[in-house]
């Protein structure tokens, strides 16, 4: 249920889904943060392919050519991030990253509530 609650979200607002499935992991399913990080990671490649052939069919990527610049500077940010996070994987505690994934996620709620439709 939680896997199908998580697609219909991801794949309407167009993201992996892991802003969702990393809380989902730790509390519903008691695994670890890193655990809950490396399963949504591979949770989420079926669920970015699914997304991906929707939005391609329906043209939502024609945007994508109007910001090419800013889309591959943050494809080329996103990779380097994360063969950096995979290296350092290791060095941080759950009690540190527990902490800073509630935040990202907090600051992230607080944004979103305070955005107004653009429509």
Avoid: W
Avoid at 20 to 36: N, R
Avoid at 40 to 57: C, D
Avoid at 76 to 96: C, E, K, M, R
């Amino acid at each position: 249920m939680a896997g199908f609650g998580i697609g219909v979200v991801a794949a309407s607002m167009g993201v992996a889904g892991g802003e969702l499935l990393i809380p989902t992991i730790v509390l519903l399913f008691g695994a670890d943060i890193k655990t809950a990080g490396s399963l949504s990671l591979l949770v989420s490649l079926p669920t970015m392919l699914v997304a991906f052939a929707r939005y391609s069919r329906d043209g939502s990527f024609a945007v994508l050519g109007a910001n090419l610049r800013f889309t591959m500077v943050m494809a080329a940010g996103s990779i380097a991030g994360a063969l950096l996070g995979g290296l350092l994987l290791g060095v941080f505690s759950d009690a540190v990253l527990i902490p800073v994934l509630a935040v990202i996620l907090l600051v992230s709620a607080i944004k979103l509530a305070r955005q107004t439709d653009p429509e």
